[in-house]
């Protein structure tokens, strides 16, 4: 079976960064997105990543390293509206288009 | 650009009642997908279309759900008869032939059966 791996909360406050990591081991790998999703709202896509290293975007970067099946996601200037689950996904060959995703990871930002 | 529709975000039913669910993709958007959504847990992918063809329906409880796309553009999730463990929210999303092949969520239709 696919395995994601991610811690299911965390904590942190305004202005602060946090780190947000995703283990997998799945059979094939085809790139790992991450998406953002506030309460009773739509996941919402934030990265894509497919080859090793760091995509940066604004406030949120992630990395990927392949041969450790590691991902993490990197809030910097924590606001208040970060507060959401935070889901990891993986693209495998056997399911075409369609993502596997994590548990999730419960982000609360507090001031 | 007008983002995934879904409807009705909310139902509440009884058990042993049938219920369907609607999605209108994005516009252009070849591949449609159903995902289920349990409370504090990720999305699972039910069925997967490609045009209107079901590509991967193999975690699609196919004695009681059924699906449907007409004419490669809107689709129907249904559930005959419901159960108590079908509560959870029912998440559409599509994507383009094209780059990444992101998905784009709809809100979601949340059940709650009783």
Request: glycine share 8%; with cysteine; net charge neutral.
């Amino acid at each position: 079976g696919q395995n994601i791996d991610q811690p299911t909360e965390m904590t942190a406050t305004e202005g602060a960064i946090v780190q947000i990591n995703c283990t997998y081991q799945t059979s094939g790998f085809n790139g790992l997105f991450w998406y953002q999703q506030h309460a009773g709202e739509a996941p919402t896509f934030l990265s894509y990543n497919v080859l090793d290293g760091l995509e940066e975007k604004g406030r949120f970067s992630s990395f990927l390293s392949r041969s450790k099946g590691y991902s993490y996601l990197l809030l910097k200037e924590l606001q208040m509206k970060d507060s959401a689950s935070y889901l990891c996904a993986v693209r495998i060959p056997q399911a075409g288009t369609a993502l596997i995703f994590g548990k999730g990871t419960t982000l609360s930002v507090s001031s | 650009e007008a983002g995934v529709v879904q409807s009705p975000r909310y139902k509440i039913i009884e058990k042993k009642q049938p219920v369907a669910f609607w999605c209108n993709p994005i516009s252009g958007h070849n591949t449609l997908y159903w995902y289920l959504q349990n409370l504090g847990q990720g999305p699972e992918l039910l069925i997967r279309y490609e045009n209107e063809e079901a590509v991967d329906d193999s975690q699609l409880p196919k004695d009681r759900f059924s699906a449907e796309r007409l004419k490669g553009v809107d689709s129907t999730l249904k559930i005959q008869p419901a159960e108590l463990g079908d509560s959870a929210v029912y998440l559409c999303a599509s994507s383009p032939r094209v780059g990444a092949n992101v998905l784009t969520f709809g809100a979601g239709s949340r059940l709650t059966v009783l």
